[in-house]
């Protein structure tokens, strides 16, 4: 029988699941990143279904308890997340500038600023 935080992550997780799989078939995202997101997605369906399994994987770790191992694991995958994230950003904030310099050159004309009297 399934606990009332087990059903309400359960259905969250299918909610999620079929999120990745819409923005897979609508081409938004990648097939790699769907397979990650799917495989974290469903590694959290088996934690949620099994606990046991946690537990297992937790004292294979030398870790006390299987909740331990998902908060360890889930800070470690979200701080690469984020640099990935932050990387992505700053890829972007140089091709903008280098996009900017280019217009600038190609157009040196000052623009006209009409000022109010």
Same mark, same amino acid.
């Given at each position: ?5 087990? %059903?309400?992550? %359960?259905l ?11 923005r897979?078939?609508? *081409?938004? +995202? ?6 990650f997101?799917?495989?974290?997605w469903?590694s959290a369906? @088996?934690?949620?279904l +099994?606990?046991?399994?946690t537990s297992?994987?937790?004292s294979?770790f ?10 360890? @694991?889930?800070?470690a995958?979200?701080?690469? %997340?984020?640099?990935r994230?932050?990387?992505? @950003?700053?890829?972007? *904030?140089?091709?903008i500038?280098f996009?900017?310099?280019q @217009?600038?050159l ?6 006209k600023?009409?000022r *109010?009297?």
């Amino acid at each position: 029988m399934l606990t009332s935080i087990q %059903l309400f992550l %359960l259905l969250f997780i299918l909610f999620a699941i079929s999120r990745v799989y819409l923005r897979l078939r609508e *081409k938004v +995202l990648p097939p790699k990143a769907a397979f990650f997101w799917f495989l974290i997605w469903f590694s959290a369906l @088996i934690g949620i279904l +099994l606990p046991a399994t946690t537990s297992r994987i937790a004292s294979f770790f030398g870790v006390g308890r299987g909740v331990d191992i998902i908060v360890y @694991i889930s800070l470690a995958v979200g701080f690469y %997340l984020i640099f990935r994230i932050y990387v992505v @950003i700053e890829d972007i *904030k140089n091709e903008i500038t280098f996009l900017v310099r280019q @217009i600038a050159l190609n157009n040196p004309h000052k623009p006209k600023i009409k000022r *109010k009297k």
